[in-house]
Each structure stands twice: as C-alpha cells, then as structure tokens.
Nanobody, 119 residues
Framework: QVQLVESGGGLVQAGGSLRLSCAASGLTFSRYSMGWFRQAPGKEREFLVGISLSGGSPYYADSVKGRFTISRDNAKNTVYLQMNSLKPEDTAVYYC????????????WGQGTQVTVSS
C-alpha cells in the first residue's frame, strides 16, 4: 500500500520560513518523480515544483521560484520543500505527489498539510 505523508505545516508570520517533508512508503521511491502542489480555499490545485528521479533539474512555478526549494533523499524515501519569504497568499493546503517513470501524470497523493501565513 502506497502512502505519502506530509508534515511540517503550521502557522508562520509573513517573511518566515517552513520546511515541509513528505515521507513515502510502499513504493520504490527512486523510480518516482515527486512534486509539490497546493490548494487554497476556493481555488484550483496549483502545481508548485517537481523533481526528477535523481534529484536533478527541478522545475518551479513562477509563483514560488526563488523562494521555495525542493530536494529529495532517496535513502530516506523523503522529499522536502523549503519555503522562505512566505507571503499570506502562500496560505493553502500543501500536497506532495508521486509520478512513476512511465506515467504521464502524478498518481499518488498525500493527505496534505496546512500552511497558514499571517500578515
């Protein structure tokens, strides 16, 4: 059974930082690209960043480029999202997702973790 479990969310003031973690189990982690998404109330789910199998060449959405950094540790089956210079508009539920090498889209999702940025 595949599980993706996010952690690290919480309440932070604008300008602050948080580090999200996503621990994966039940899959061969090194065979999956990983991504982070978010969904704010009343808005559609937004892609933030993806990272390849080996951790190279991450690709960021313009909304977070320069502020967020993705990384992965294949030995720990974990992907991270370092979020700096947080803004109130970053408030959302953050999800990690996994995409197998042959899949066109992400197929496994975590339950999400809430991030709230106060002004």
């Amino acid at each position: 059974q595949v599980q993706l479990v996010e952690s690290g969310g919480g309440l932070v003031q604008a300008g602050g930082s948080l580090r999200l973690s996503c621990a994966a189990s039940g899959l061969t982690f090194s065979r999956y690209s990983m991504g982070w998404f978010r969904q704010a109330p009343g808005k559609e789910r937004e892609f933030l960043v993806g990272i390849s199998l080996s951790g190279g060449s991450p690709y960021y959405a313009d909304s977070v480029k320069g502020r967020f950094t993705i990384s992965r540790d294949n030995a720990k089956n974990t992907v991270y999202l370092q979020m700096n210079s947080l803004k109130p508009e970053d408030t959302a539920v953050y999800y990690c997702a996994a995409r197998y090498v042959t899949w066109e889209d992400y197929g496994y999702w975590g339950q999400g973790t809430q991030v709230t940025v106060s002004s």
